[in-house]
């Protein structure tokens, strides 16, 4: 089996949790991680066993044992990230959003599409069992025709510097909101075709929106919203409901159940003729980060298509930053 050598570039919130399901894995090396802040790179040394550490990730581009290079940094530096390690032949697993314009996200598309290495986005519901198992039951029919979808991701932003951070490039609709929009493309194999919305800033210092109701219409007559929120006044909430015209799923993540969490994320079908309920007790990982680092190593063994493809991620992309224009100018955007 080959050892994987790695790099994590960026050891915040999202490459610590990479880290943390990758670093003990038979097949993978960490052999260096790097932030611009030298404690956290240093602390994430120690944590995960890297060979190296340090600020500045160039040195590391020309290291021979370094295949695979994760960027976990904030979205405005992906592409001149990617476009680095591109040149240097290592292979990449980038956070979304690919960008935080639509000018430069079709600049990594362009980048993607003429490199000699592999490159995954990290779509990483795509990787959960749980929404692949609601995909399933909507293409099976659960629910019958689906009609209407409503999902919120609410984050009561304590973290108020993280947070700030990722406002300076984007809103949240676009920065998680590129999850869903994918999501509903992926479950219903339909296009998103509308977009609409509202925003506004809770915190009046905020760069961008810090929270956003972003409607959308499919071409498959699906309607829905999501809506999306970063504020320390705002509750944590994660709800994702999908209703048919025979009945409707819930999904209530293992940390949020309120009993019987040792069971796993709580999968709840109604069934509208009969009024019954169908409880599954599902066994998932919500990022399962090295599922998605060998579905990388899979595209570079053997010549597979990323999950999603760059093409779906670029659609749900677009389809987020005109989400945002539509919110920004108060108007229905067609796509
Ligand atoms: N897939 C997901 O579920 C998910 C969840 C959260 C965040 N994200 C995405 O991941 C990215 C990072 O978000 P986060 O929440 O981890 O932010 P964060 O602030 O917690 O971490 C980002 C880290 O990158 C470091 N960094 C930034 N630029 C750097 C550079 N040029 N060189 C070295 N280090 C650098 C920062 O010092 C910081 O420690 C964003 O694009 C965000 O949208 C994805």
Redesign the pocket.
Known sequence: MKKYGIMV?????????HLENIYYRDNIQIVAV????LD??KLAARKYGALEYG???HKFLDDDRVDIVI?????S??L??LKECVKKGKHVLC???IAATLEDGEEFVRVVKNASVKVLV????RHNKSYIKIGEMIKNGAIGELKTVRMVQNHHAL?S???S??LK??TPVL??GV?YIDVMQWFTGSKICEVSGVGTKIDPTSPHYDFTIMTFRMENGCVGYYEAGWNKNIESQNMKEFIGTKGRISLVLQELRSNDREEGDLITLYDGESGEYRIINNDSTY?DMYGQVCTLIDMIENDTEGNPTIDSVFSAFKTACLAQKAIEENRIIKI
């Open positions: 570039i960026g050891c915040g919130h999202i490459g610590s949790q790097v932030d611009q802040d956290s790179a600020t500045d990730y960027v976990a940094t904030y979205t530096t992906h001149p990230i956070e979304k959003p990290a779509h990483i519901l973290e510097n993280r947070f951070n990722l490039d984007c920065d998680c999850h990022k």
